[in-house]
């Protein structure tokens, strides 16, 4: 069975710092993983995906996060956090076919300090 | 892009009654629909997939005389709790895919069950 493993529960990162959320999965075949983030009142907005190819994946807001595979790792990076980026982020992994049936992590709630 | 919204975005009713909620996706038709739940500092949890016009295949171990899903036209789906019990509070986050497969996400319906 597929699964999803955020050990970070909640980070806190000043404005301006950088940002690594990590994300472990365990699928028996190549997956297929996405970050999310859900801000209060809003629904989930996907942040960036891989399904295949160049192992290092840009996402909207200045997201990037990198597959690998030899450490079944999928972490979410920026370089310099904005306060606007305060919010929960969920790391999910599917089986081929897509999005559908997707596994989601436990979340990262990120705190952002002036 | 895709907005999906749902509606109420927080009910609170006595217990043995039942609550309707409503995914409706606004600018696009939704094959598919996906009912979610999520307790708090937890991940989402899929509860149920639903094709239009079709039965909503649940998740294992939900109870779908409990979890009432339709899904009768290509924008809108309505969850009900029936009979509900304060164990059924919760956070309940819908999806909608069109032919691009991809999940839009509604921004969840908090239910408090008293």
């Not at chain 1, 075949?29 to 399904?51: D, E, H, I, N, R």
């Not at chain 1, 994946?57 to 999928?74: D, M, P, T």
Request: hydrophobic fraction near 35%; aromatic fraction near 12%.
């Amino acid at each position: 069975a597929q699964s999803v493993t955020q050990p970070d529960i909640h980070i806190t990162v000043s404005e301006g710092a950088s940002l690594e959320l990590r994300c472990n999965y365990s699928y028996g075949a190549t997956p297929y993983l996405f970050w999310y983030v859900q801000s209060p009142g809003q629904g989930l907005q996907l942040l960036l995906k891989y399904f295949s190819g160049d192992t290092l994946v840009q996402g909207i807001k200045g997201f990037e996060a990198e597959f690998k595979r030899s450490q079944s790792s999928f972490n979410l990076r920026k370089p310099s956090v904005h306060w606007s980026d305060a919010a929960e982020y969920f790391c999910a992994v599917g089986p081929s076919g897509g999005y559908q049936k997707v596994t989601f992590g436990t979340g990262t709630k990120l705190q952002v300090i002036p | 892009g895709a907005v999906v919204s749902q509606h109420p975005s927080w009910v609170i009713c006595k217990s043995g009654t039942s609550v309707k909620i409503e995914c409706r996706s606004l600018d696009f038709q939704a094959t598919t629909m996906f009912w979610y739940r999520q307790f708090p500092k937890q991940s989402l949890m899929l509860m149920a997939t639903s094709n239009e016009g079709s039965k909503a295949t649940y998740e294992q171990g939900v109870e779908k005389d409990k979890f009432l899903i339709n899904h009768a036209s290509l924008t809108l789906s309505t969850l009900t709790v029936t009979s509900a019990h304060p164990e059924d509070s919760s956070f309940y986050i819908c999806s909608a895919s069109g032919q691009g497969f991809q999940q839009y996400f509604g921004p969840g319906t908090r239910l408090t069950v008293t």
